[in-house]
């Protein structure tokens, strides 16, 4: 069965700040890894999705690397701003065709001005 | 392209109650799953539907089921609501090939069991 974890569970820093958000996941048997924002109450937001022969991916300020063999993700953010104030969550896909998302429980960010 | 919509937003029912949830995809995708998100329990997978079949389920009890239509919208039903069914419902589209399958989330559906 597939664990997702995320380190730190919240991190506030001052703006400007690079910061990195960690996820780990149990089984590296993966499809692939998104990383989303969610704002209070509101859906998902993707932000990056790194398929399982791919190292990394980058839009704009944010960049994601995936290790599978140590069943590692981090997303990379830099020059931080309060807008980047969210819950960041990291979501693996078997390997197997068809199978679904297991979502970690998120790193609560803070921006502060 | 227009996003994913869901509605209703906001639900407010009473236990033993049923409810149906409605969900319509990005225009060309044919893929629908469902998510379910608490406070206690982080998101957690309910159903994903593939050109109207069901192709994974998780680990939910009955009382939870869902359809898919030929224009691959969809919709999830809960019977018998129980106060523990209070959350957040999302539903996520995709392409569905073999592709990047990238999900992309809806708003969600606010569901309250009083």
């Known amino acids: 069965k597939q664990e997702v974890t995320q380190i730190p569970a919240a991190l506030s820093v001052p703006e400007g700040e690079n910061l990195v958000l960690n996820c780990s996941f149990t089984d590296s048997a993966i499809y692939n890894l998104q990383w989303f924002r969610q704002d209070p109450g509101k859906g998902l937001t993707s932000l990056l999705l790194i398929q399982s022969s791919q190292r990394e991916q980058t839009s704009g300020r944010l960049n994601a690397s995936l290790d599978k063999s140590s069943g590692r993700s981090t997303l990379y953010i830099a020059a931080s701003q309060p807008g980047d104030s969210a819950t960041y969550l990291c979501?693996?896909?078997?390997?197997?065709?068809?199978?679904?998302?297991?979502f970690g429980p998120g790193t609560r960010l803070s921006v502060l001005p | 392209k227009a996003g994913v919509t869901q509605t209703p937003r906001y639900l407010i029912k009473t236990r033993g109650q049923q409810v149906t949830l409605s969900c319509s995809p990005i225009s060309g995708h044919r893929s629908v799953s469902w998510y379910q998100q608490t406070p206690g329990q982080g998101l957690q997978f309910l159903f994903e539907?593939?050109?109207?079949?069901?192709?994974n389920k998780g680990n939910f009890p009955g009382r939870f089921s869902g359809r898919q239509f030929s224009n691959s919208r969809s919709e999830m039903n809960v019977s018998t609501l129980e106060l523990g069914d209070s959350a957040l419902y999302l539903c996520a589209s995709g392409e569905g090939g073999s592709s990047s399958y990238e999900q992309y989330f809806g708003p969600g559906t606010r569901l309250t069991v009083t």
């Open positions: 539907y593939f050109s109207e079949t069901q192709r």
């Open positions: 979501a693996v896909r078997g390997g197997n065709y068809g199978q679904n998302f297991v």
